[in-house]
């Protein structure tokens, strides 16, 4: 029985060189190339008693230990990244040896060049839009906000007048973050070549401050992306009286993407 797997990271094409010193999510395991025909996939060797069916399933429930591995993947990704077109692999894409990775490459050959002849001079980035609430809800309150009641304080038609007061602010907080999201997102997806729309990030995992109003990925040419950040920054500023403020990353593997039509 085998004591090797074979990680695999990305596919680019054949003729895409492989960066020297850089290692694979099991330093032991020097990072190589499969080929086949005019495709590659960068993989290396791990050992089945870490990254076998078992250990792994054991080893995915343990938080320190999955930080470390997806650190190392996406690092091996960056380093692809910065030098050609490529399709990234998902975390744990395993096969039993150089053999599998070669088939996989042959039996998917033309949905694989077709996503890099697509990606080809495209570059994915990110953008968050984060929203200060106590912000947002103090601009709410004055848009949406009622004519002072005469009624004495305390009283029952005082209790109602103060709920539905806060009732409609929280309504209107809701609309102009709901509107805030769909403007920056017109605006970047207006740009961009393609974009998605992801579920926001859960804030205790993320770390991020704020509310998540949107978490989008946009599919920018890199001739155009060194003008991104001044967009985003005009957008930020355009909304930032609301509570608002964009996040920027890039560029990332195109994972947003692959399977795009």
């Not at 008693?49 to 996406?74: I, K, Q, S």
């Not at 309150?141 to 305390?154: I, K």
């Not at 038609?157 to 809701?174: D, H, M, N, Q, V």
Request: glycine residues 8%; aromatic residues 4%; proline residues 6%.
């Amino acid at each position: 029985m085998p004591a090797d797997g074979c990680w695999a990271y990305c596919v680019t094409h054949a003729d895409a060189g492989l960066p020297p010193g850089i290692e694979g999510v099991d330093p032991a395991g020097a990072l190589e190339r499969v080929v086949a025909g005019d495709l590659a996939v960068w993989v290396s060797a791990v050992p089945l008693a870490e990254f076998g069916e078992g250990p792994l399933r054991a080893n995915l429930n343990d938080l320190t230990w999955l930080e470390r591995v997806a650190r190392r993947h996406e690092a091996v990704l960056e380093h692809a990244l910065a030098e050609t077109t490529i399709v990234p692999l998902r975390l744990c894409t395993i096969f039993a040896d150089r053999d599998g990775a070669g088939r996989m490459l042959r039996e998917q050959h033309d949905t694989l060049a077709d996503v890099l002849e697509r990606l080809a001079g495209r570059q994915e980035w990110a953008v968050k839009l984060l929203l200060d609430l106590d912000q947002l809800a103090a601009a709410a309150a004055s848009e949406g906000g009622e004519p002072a009641t005469t009624a004495a304080p305390g009283s029952g038609t005082a209790y109602l007048t103060r709920r539905r007061s806060e009732r409609r602010a929280g309504e209107t907080a809701e609309r102009l973050a709901t509107q805030l999201a769909d403007d920056v997102h017109a605006r970047l997806r207006e740009w961009a070549d393609d974009a998605v729309v992801n579920r926001p990030q859960n804030r205790r995992l993320s770390g991020h401050e704020g509310e998540m109003a949107l978490n989008g990925a946009y599919l920018i040419g890199a001739a155009r992306a060194a003008e991104l950040p001044a967009l985003v920054a005009e957008l930020g500023e355009r909304h930032r009286d609301l509570g608002a403020r964009l996040e920027l990353r890039g560029p990332l593997p195109p994972f947003n993407f692959v399977s795009r039509p």
